[in-house]
């Protein structure tokens, strides 16, 4: 009964010990900065810039702009240091700092709250994509109904497999040569039409342009 008691004791003292581990804190070893390419897909939007949107009745819609964040503080993990074993698994790492861009929009249509968020930041590598994704992701919300389209290619300007990675991270925005919005024509632009709302991207002028169920609204020049 000793003996039992006495190796009851060991596992416990063991597994105790394992569990306080004091992992070393992140150790940054370097930066992750866009690509000249990815950088062309960030519009030059100013704090406080006023959108102006307007339908196919020709009422005008105001959506602000807000920078909210932009640095290199994006954790991007590319070795394990140490793990815990307790209930919390603390993970740190040796890390890239990775660029980030993020842009904030708001307004009110028909009285009601519509947001949207713009975001140019790096992913980590998955299952299908060994390397670091560059990647921008477009998300609107309007009468509690969210959307979110991404545009993946690496660095922007090499392909990656996105059929693979839509399971991983939802829609992947369409790319079209011509997309036409109420009376005006947009080149070159990202699209996202797997539900409502739907929305549009373009390189040289950010959002120009959003449908609801029953209203387009298009960016007036």
């Given amino acids: 009964m000793k003996s039992i008691l006495f190796s009851l004791f060991v596992l416990l003292l063991f597994f105790s010990c394992k569990t306080k581990i004091n992992c070393p804190p992140d150790k940054k070893v370097g930066t992750l900065p866009f690509s000249s390419t990815a ?4 519009p030059f939007y100013q704090s406080n810039q006023i959108l102006i949107f307007k339908n196919q009745h020709s009422e005008r819609l105001k959506l ?4 909210t964040e932009q640095g290199i503080n994006n954790r991007l993990c590319t070795k394990k240091i140490c793990s815990t074993l307790d209930v919390k698994s603390t993970t740190t790492c040796e890390y890239l700092g990775g660029e980030v861009t993020r842009f904030f929009l708001s307004g009110k249509l028909n009285g009601k709250d519509l947001s949207g968020d713009l975001l140019f930041t790096h992913l980590q590598p998955t299952n299908y994509v060994k390397e670091f994704i560059t990647v921008m992701r477009l998300s609107m919300d309007y009468e509690g109904a969210a ?3 991404f545009v993946i ?5 090499k392909s990656v497999n996105q059929s693979q990675l839509k399971s991983e991270l939802g829609g992947i925005m369409e790319k079209k040569e011509m997309v036409k919005l109420n009376d005006q024509e947009f080149t070159d632009v990202y699209a996202s039409e797997t539900k409502y709302p739907h929305f549009y991207f373009t390189k040289k002028q950010g959002l120009v342009g959003f449908k609801t169920s029953g209203v387009t609204w298009s960016l007036v020049d």
């Fill in 64 to 67: 602000a702009v807000q920078q």
């Fill in 39 to 42: 950088k062309t897909y960030i």
């Fill in 147 to 149: 959307m979110s389209g």
């Fill in 153 to 157: 290619e690496k660095d922007f300007s």
